[in-house]
């Protein structure tokens, strides 16, 4: 399986623009900029769809974690924060912290807690990105 995304970018770094488009349509030509990715402009950038993807990966991860545990989740929530740091010359992805709440009917803690470091050990995106990768994760009541 594979999955295609796309960018165009017009310009220097600074005065800039550009584009990312997915496959699927789901993005098109949403727009991307210096701004957007360094200081609080309008537009994606590259951290947030990671963070998006993080956190969509790793929700389908734990819904199948909890289903090998016997529980069934009414719904899962997770942010996963990226943080992006200047680190020598460049600027690296330095860590990602997943916060998880999900709501499980008749779940135990302790089975919750381990199904979701399995999830966040073993989801794809999990095992792609090379930095720490930090979590909470809670039941609702």
Known sequence: MKRK???VWNGG???GKG???TETGVLKDVQYSF???FETGRGTNPEELIGAAHAGCFSMALSGELGKAGMTPESIRTTATVSLEKVGDGFT????HL???AKIPGAKPDAFQT???N???GCPVSRLLKTNITMDAKLEP
Request: proline share 0%; net charge positive; glycine share 8%.
């Open 5 to 7: 995304g796309s960018a």
């Open 13 to 15: 770094l600074k005065e």
């Open 19 to 21: 584009t990312v488009s």
């Open 35 to 37: 701004g957007s990715r």
């Open 93 to 96: 992805i330095t860590a990602v």
């Open 99 to 101: 916060d998880v709440t």
């Open 115 to 117: 199904a979701a470091n």
């Open 119 to 121: 999830a966040k050990a």
